[in-house]
């Protein structure tokens, strides 16, 4: 059995590849814990929410007999059961955690001084992050194929060029609102940009992609991306 070939790879190959998935999700999904509640009960959490959201959600999505996929839903790296749940989870989790039962907000409004607090404390460590990331998204992009052919090239191709239009843009953004130019921004903007491509990495083309990729940044609010990095 695990010898067989899912694709073009050995079936164990795949089982650890889709662990490897799973558990980036688990991590992205208890990170609204973090500094706000304990670890020992994240263990049990883990286990229950990867059994009974994800594992059910990721195969509606990828399996060929899924219902969101018998219903024409494409999604090509995770766009739904990956970005999608493990964010709503993280939010959840995290105004669960930072309003408990009988205690009153102190403040409704997040002011400039609260968001500041929560800015980056070392630039340094956050571009090491940036390199990372960015790193592993091409990636599990190319393996989500499951082969090595035009199509993953592609999909490798136009992940890149959607970071890359993110962070430049989101940098110049910030920088003509506020004069300086930040690697948060920066950061920030290329993480949007893989978030935004993921879903449809294997399906469009590059001039596509920097297309999408700067009107979704241009249509952002005004001073979005300041009150997103607590510079206004």
């Known amino acids: ?24 999700v688990c991590v992205i999904a208890v990170e609204g814990a ?3 509640g304990r670890l020992l009960p994240i263990i049990p959490f883990i286990f229950l929410w990867a059994t009974f959201i ?15 996929a018998s219903l024409g839903a494409l999604d090509f790296a995770g766009g739904t059961p990956v970005h999608i749940c493990s964010g709503a989870t993280a939010t959840a989790l995290s105004l669960y955690l ?8 102190k403040s409704s409004k ?12 070392n630039s340094m460590c956050q571009l090491l992050a940036m390199v990372v990331i960015w790193g592993s998204w091409l990636a599990f992009g190319v393996g989500t194929t499951l082969s090595l052919n ?4 592609m999909a490798m191709c136009v992940t890149n060029l959607c970071a890359s239009a993110g962070s430049l843009t989101w ?19 290329a993480i949007a940009g893989l978030v935004l491509i993921t879903p449809a ?7 596509t992609k920097l297309l999408l990729r700067l009107l979704r940044c241009c249509y952002l609010p005004t001073g979005t991306s300041l009150q997103v990095h607590g510079l206004c």
């Open 98 to 105: 930072s309003y408990p039962m009988g205690r009153s907000r």
């Open 110 to 121: 997040r002011t400039p001084g609260h968001l500041a607090l929560h800015r980056p404390h």
């Open 1 to 24: 059995m695990l010898s067989e070939p899912v694709g073009t790879i050995p079936a164990i190959l795949f089982s650890e590849f889709q662990l490897i998935f799973e558990a980036t």
């Open 150 to 153: 035009f199509k993953s090239v």
């Open 54 to 68: 994800y594992d059910p959600l990721a195969h509606m999505v990828w399996s060929e007999n899924g219902f969101l």
């Open 171 to 189: 940098s110049c953004i910030t920088y003509f609102e506020t004069g300086k130019w930040s690697l948060d921004s920066t950061f920030m903007g």
């Open 201 to 207: 990495a294997g399906f469009i083309d590059m001039p």
């Open 34 to 36: 973090c500094e706000r």
